[in-house]
């Protein structure tokens, strides 16, 4: 069983920064061998990916947050972060860790963290 805790959502105006940080509750081995990313959903609309991360280091981006948000991992603390800089009122959502096996599959979710941006 694998726990995901997110930490580091908050509410900033609009131009500013959040970094958000996933702790993976498993050993530093089995982080390595799995699939990590941050996906959000705002109030009415689906659950999107927002930035994934293989086990070979290999990012992925949606389209809206490209050269403004950055994923990175760091295996030895089993850490996920989401660097988000010049946030956008839209960027407004709860946004969720998760881990899988593979880059299209994700199996392991975590509780969230609320993120709001103002204009």
């Known amino acids: 069983q694998v726990q995901l805790v997110e930490s580091g959502g908050g509410s900033v105006q609009a131009g500013g920064s959040l970094r958000l940080s996933c702790t993976a509750s498993?050993?530093?081995?089995?982080?390595?061998?799995?699939?990590m990313g941050w996906f959000r959903q705002a109030p009415g609309k689906q659950r999107e990916k927002v930035a994934t991360?293989?086990?070979?280091?290999?990012?992925s981006y949606a389209d809206s947050v490209k050269g403004r948000f950055a994923i990175s991992r760091d295996v030895a603390k089993r850490t996920v972060v989401l660097q988000m800089n010049n946030l956008e009122p839209d960027d407004t959502a709860m946004y969720y860790c998760?881990?899988?096996?593979?880059?299209?599959?994700?199996?392991?979710w975590g509780q969230g963290t609320q993120v709001t941006v103002s204009s």
């Open positions: 991360i293989t086990t070979y280091g290999i990012t």
């Open positions: 998760a881990a899988g096996p593979s880059p299209s599959v994700y199996n392991y």
């Open positions: 498993i050993s530093t081995y089995s982080v390595s061998t799995y699939s």
